[in-house]
């Protein structure tokens, strides 16, 4: 079985990857990376993207339509079709994740942090954001968050691994997305992860970096447009890909996981996989 993570950099619009994330765009360029722009379902609110994310249906199919509807999702996802198949998986995440795809409702004793073979989620770090608002973000460190990943690799020796940071979203609702806090965000981001992923890669990992949204200029994500569905998606890994100009389908992200694991891709993930 290959290892592969998935990082999510939440609520952040393709035009602000492309020009604000020098790390990544100077993988693009030396070829270590490929690039893509990816579409999210709609509506391109955090909870259903989360769920539409991990098993490649749509909303109206599993049912989270807002951030008020949370529940264990019926579906297969990523981390029990890997569990299945005898993979160890870990997730770094925002308390949703856990509710999703282990069990609901979240218990922030007994959840906060855990390690359970049954699975699907065998280790897990999470978090709830408890009393986010305007003027307090309540978001943990980022760079605290990849060295948590890190650790569940090296320690527990996981397959697959999702960690999913708010941090971003975070600050384009408070600031918008043409600013200079904005700019100074991304900046940090794209510092903090940099040296995460050549560590993950010398430990044989293929990695996804991407967003589950993106976000207008105003700071408002949920409805159509590029602004707040178009996210870009960047591949640390092999096989062959779509050209470069092709705009991905968000649905295609867990098939494409699995594929690349070498796990059986289940009969409700109607839509391809990008990557042989």
């Given at each position: 079985?290959?290892?592969?993570?998935?990082i999510?950099?939440?609520?952040?619009?393709?035009?602000?990857?492309?020009?604000?994330?020098?790390?990544?765009?100077?993988?693009?360029a030396?070829?270590?990376?490929r690039?893509?722009?990816?579409?999210s379902?709609?509506?391109?609110t955090?909870?259903?993207?989360?769920?539409?994310?991990?098993?490649?249906?749509?909303?109206?199919?599993?049912?989270?339509?807002?951030?008020?509807?949370?529940?264990?999702?019926?579906?297969?996802?990523?981390?029990?079709e890997?569990?299945?198949?005898?993979g160890r998986?870990?997730?770094?995440a925002?308390?949703?994740w856990?509710a999703?795809?282990?069990?609901?409702?979240?218990d922030?004793?007994?959840?906060?942090?855990?390690?359970?073979?049954?699975?699907?989620?065998?280790?897990?770090?999470?978090h709830t954001?408890?009393?986010y608002?305007?003027?307090?973000q309540?978001?943990?460190?980022?760079?605290?968050l990849?060295?948590?990943?890190?650790?569940?690799?090296?320690?527990?020796?996981?397959d697959?691994?999702m960690l999913?940071?708010?941090?971003?979203?975070?600050?384009g609702?408070?600031?918008?997305?043409?600013?200079?806090?904005?700019?100074?965000?991304?900046?940090?981001?794209?510092?903090?992860?940099a040296?995460?992923?050549?560590?993950?890669?010398?430990?044989?990992?293929?990695v996804i970096?991407?967003?589950?949204?993106?976000?207008?200029?105003?700071?408002?994500?949920?409805?159509a447009?590029?602004d707040?569905?178009?996210?870009?998606l960047?591949?640390?890994?092999?096989?062959e890909?779509?050209?470069?100009?092709?705009?991905?389908?968000?649905?295609?992200?867990?098939?494409?996981?699995?594929?690349?694991?070498?796990?059986p891709?289940?009969?409700t993930?109607k839509?391809?996989?990008?990557?042989g």
């Amino acid at each position: 079985m290959r290892k592969l993570l998935l990082i999510i950099l939440d609520g952040l619009p393709y035009a602000n990857w492309r020009r604000l994330f020098g790390n990544l765009e100077g993988w693009v360029a030396t070829g270590e990376a490929r690039v893509w722009r990816m579409r999210s379902v709609l509506p391109s609110t955090s909870a259903s993207c989360y769920a539409s994310i991990h098993t490649g249906v749509l909303p109206q199919d599993h049912g989270v339509l807002s951030n008020e509807t949370i529940f264990r999702v019926a579906q297969p996802d990523v981390f029990s079709e890997v569990a299945k198949a005898g993979g160890r998986t870990g997730a770094v995440a925002h308390s949703f994740w856990s509710a999703f795809f282990q069990r609901a409702p979240f218990d922030p004793v007994r959840d906060i942090e855990y390690d359970e073979d049954a699975g699907p989620v065998h280790h897990g770090r999470f978090h709830t954001m408890t009393g986010y608002g305007h003027d307090n973000q309540m978001t943990p460190c980022d760079a605290d968050l990849f060295a948590t990943l890190t650790m569940l690799c090296e320690r527990k020796g996981i397959d697959y691994g999702m960690l999913h940071t708010c941090t971003l979203d975070s600050m384009g609702h408070r600031f918008g997305h043409d600013c200079a806090e904005m700019d100074k965000a991304c900046f940090v981001a794209d510092g903090q992860l940099a040296p995460f992923i050549p560590r993950w890669r010398a430990a044989g990992y293929e990695v996804i970096v991407t967003a589950d949204h993106g976000q207008s200029l105003r700071g408002h994500h949920g409805g159509a447009g590029e602004d707040q569905q178009d996210v870009a998606l960047y591949w640390f890994g092999g096989g062959e890909g779509p050209e470069a100009g092709t705009v991905l389908d968000q649905l295609s992200l867990a098939p494409t996981i699995l594929t690349r694991m070498g796990v059986p891709v289940p009969a409700t993930m109607k839509v391809g996989p990008l990557l042989g």
